[in-house]
C-alpha cells in the first residue's frame, strides 16, 4: 500500500492536521480553531485538554480519508513555543497553560534588559518565554509553581497524549532560553542568571528532534482512529518545522514565516563567530548536530491586518474580500500615499528586531486625501518594513527567501515582499508548511526515505517565484528610512505613553 504520513501543527489559534502521501501532496487537511482565551489585561489561555480533544477530532477527521489512499506510517507533531504548560504529579494539566502571547510578565523582561542577561542563551528572552512567565507565577501564585512537576511545550503534550511520554527537543528549549545553544544541554547556571533555578527540576528529557520517542497507545487509538503503534517523531518547534517544511537546511537558506508572528530564519552551520550582542539574533537549534537557525521573529504578523480590517471594515453590511482590497491598493501604488504603519500592536511590545515592551502601534502621514485603501496598504508595508528590519540584523544576507504561513496566499503581499527585501520571494506548493516539515521528519525518522535530502528533494517544489521590481525597490527603500527614524523618535515616548496609560487604568478602578 501506498506510504502516508500525518501532520500535526498546534498553532496559537487553528489546529490542523494533514495527510501526506510520499511526493508531499496534502490529501486531507482537518482544522479546528482553538479560541484561546484572551483578557483585556495581556493575559492569554488554553484549556490543555480542550485541546487534545481538537487535535483528536482533526487526526480522527484525516485518518478516515486514509484508507483510500494507503496506509499511515508515521505522526509527526509540530506546535507553538513557549508560554507555561505545566503538568502535575499525575501528569495532568495544572489549569489552563499560559500562551506565549501573554503580555503580563513584561517588567520582568525590562529588568533583565536593564541588567544585560536577557540574551545569556544566546536566544532573546521575551515576556511570553518560560522564563518570564514562571517567574510572575512565582512571585503571584507560588502555590500553582509548588505544585507543578514537569514544564512542557505545546507539541510536547500531545506527544505524551498519543504515547504516554514526556519528552521535549532543543529547538523548542532553545527558543524558549532555557538550554545553551552552543551544547544543546540544561544549564543550572544559565538559569541561575535569571533567578529561575526552581525550573530545573520541572524540565523533561531531551532527545532528537529525528527521533521515534514512542508509539501510538491504545488509549488515544480509540480516541484518534489510528492503529496502536504508529510511531511518533519527537519533532521541532512550529518555526523549525516551518523551516524544515520549506526545504530550507543548507548554510544561509532562508525563510519567513508570515503569520500571527513574522518570523525570520537562516540555517547556520557554526556558531563560532556568533557573538551575543545587544542587536544579534536570536538561535535556534535545528534539526540535526551542527545546524542552527538564526532567527528574529516580530511579536505580531498578521494580527496587526485582523485588527484592521476588524475595526475598520466592521458592520459594512458585505463579507471583507482580501482579494477585492488587494486589487485596489495595486492602485493606491508602493508607499501608501505616504503612510507609514509601525506593526508593533502586541500587548507584550515588539521583541525583533528590538526588545521593548513598551512599544506601541501607530500611523503615520495621515492627510485628509487618504482612504481606507491608503492606510491597509500602510499595514501590509509596515509588516514589510518589520521583515526587512529583521534582516539587515543578519550577519549575512540571503539571495532568496522561502515565505510560509498565511501570508504565502497572497501573490500580492508576496511581490511586495520581494521589492521591499531586493530579494528573490519563493513559495512551495500546499498551504500546511509546518505540518508537513513535521511530516517529512517523521517519514526520516520511520526509515521511509534514507536522509534528509532525499525526503525534502521528494515531498518539497517550489512553484512560483517573485523578482524585485526596481522601481517599488526605491519607494520602500525611501519609506523604510523614515519607519526606522519614527521608532527611534519614539523610544522614550512609549515609556511615557505606558506610564500615562497605567495611571488611566487605576484610575478607572476607582
Given amino acids: 500500500m501506498k506510504a502516508l504520513f500525518l501532520g500535526v501543527d498546534i498553532g496559537t489559534t487553528k489546529v490542523k492536521t494533514v495527510l501526506f502521501d510520499e511526493e508531499g501532496r496534502e490529501l486531507k ?17 488554553q484549556d490543555m485538554n480542550l485541546l487534545w480533544d481538537m487535535v483528536a477530532e482533526t487526526i480522527r477527521e484525516a485518518v478516515q480519508s486514509a484508507g483510500e489512499y494507503g496506509e499511515v506510517k508515521s505522526i509527526g507533531i509540530t ?14 494539566p495544572l489549569g489552563n497553560a499560559t500562551l506565549w502571547i501573554d503580555g503580563r510578565a513584561a517588567s520582568y523582561i525590562e529588568e533583565w534588559e536593564r541588567e544585560k542577561i536577557i540574551r545569556s542563551s ?23 509553581m509548588e505544585e507543578a512537576r514537569y514544564v512542557v511545550f505545546c507539541k510536547d503534550w500531545i506527544k505524551y497524549c ?38 530545573c527540576a520541572l524540565l523533561p528529557p531531551i532527545r532528537p528532534s529525528m527521533e521515534i520517542i514512542g508509539t501510538v497507545t491504545k488509549k488515544a487509538s480509540e480516541k484518534t ?14 518555526v523549525a518545522a516551518t523551516a524544515f517544511g520549506n526545504g530550507i537546511f543548507h548554510g544561509m537558506d532562508s525563510c519567513s514565516i508570515v503569520g500571527t508572528t513574522v518570523y525570520n530564519e537562516m540555517v547556520v552551520n557554526s ?19 551542527g545546524k542552527w537557525l538564526m532567527t528574529m521573529g516580530t511579536m505580531l504578523g498578521t494580527p496587526n491586518l485582523d485588527w484592521f480590517t476588524h475595526t475598520f471594515y466592521k458592520g ?13 491598493m495595486e492602485q493606491v501604488g508602493a508607499g501608501a500615499g505616504g503612510i507609514i504603519f509601525h506593526p508593533f500592536l502586541g500587548q507584550g511590545g515588539e521583541r525583533a528586531p528590538f526588545v521593548k515592551p513598551s512599544a506601541a502601534g501607530q500611523f503615520f502621514g495621515i492627510k485628509s486625501n487618504h482612504t481606507k485603501e491608503h492606510l491597509l496598504r500602510s499595514v501590509y508595508e509596515g509588516i514589510a518594513y518589520s521583515m526587512k528590519d529583521c534582516y539587515e540584523c543578519f550577519p549575512n544576507q540571503p539571495a532568496a527567501v522561502r515565505i510560509a504561513g498565511g501570508g504565502s496566499a497572497s501573490e500580492f503581499w508576496c511581490q511586495m515582499f520581494a521589492s521591499c527585501l531586493n530579494k528573490t ?74 506610564e500615562v496609560k497605567k495611571i488611566i487604568e487605576e484610575l478607572s478602578k476607582c
Fill in 29 to 45: 487537511l482537518a482544522r479546528r480553531d482553538t479560541n484561546p482565551d484572551c483578557q483585556r489585561d495581556g493575559s492569554a489561555y
Fill in 122 to 144: 544566546g536566544r532573546i528572552a521575551f515576556s511570553g518565554s518560560p522564563l518570564a512567565l514562571g517567574a510572575w507565577y512565582y512571585d503571584r501564585e507560588p502555590e500553582k
Fill in 271 to 289: 556558531l563560532d563567530s556568533f557573538h551575543v550582542e545587544e542587536s544579534s539574533p536570536s538561535i535556534v537549534c535545528y534539526a540535526e548536530e
Fill in 225 to 238: 482512529a489510528l492503529p496502536p503503534g504508529i510511531p511518533v517523531v519527537n519533532g521541532m518547534i512550529d
Fill in 425 to 498: 520571494i519563493q513559495v512551495t506548493s500546499g498551504n500546511e508548511i509546518g505540518a508537513r516539515g513535521s511530516a517529512i521528519l517523521s517519514a526520516i525518522a520511520s526509515g521511509y526515505f534514507d536522509n534528509i535530502h532525499q525526503g525534502m528533494e521528494q515531498m518539497i517544489h517550489v512553484t512560483k517565484e517573485f523578482e524585485p521590481k526596481p522601481e517599488e525597490n526605491k519607494i520602500y527603500e525611501m519609506n523604510y528610512e523614515l519607519y526606522k527614524e519614527l521608532y527611534h523618535a519614539n523610544w522614550n515616548l512609549w515609556d511615557k505613553r505606558a
Fill in 162 to 199: 498519543l504515547t504516554g511520554e514526556i519528552v521535549t527537543d532543543a529547538s523548542d528549549l532553545s527558543d524558549a532560553s532555557l538550554v545553551d545553544v552552543w551544547s544543546r544541554t540544561y544549564s543550572r547556571d544559565l538559569l541561575a542568571k535569571f533567578k529561575m533555578e526552581q525550573l
Fill in 79 to 92: 506546535g507553538q513555543g513557549d508560554g507555561l504548560w505545566l503538568l502535575d504529579k499525575d501528569k495532568n
Fill in 316 to 328: 459594512e453590511g458585505c463579507a471583507f474580500s482580501f482579494q477585492e482590497e488587494e486589487a485596489k
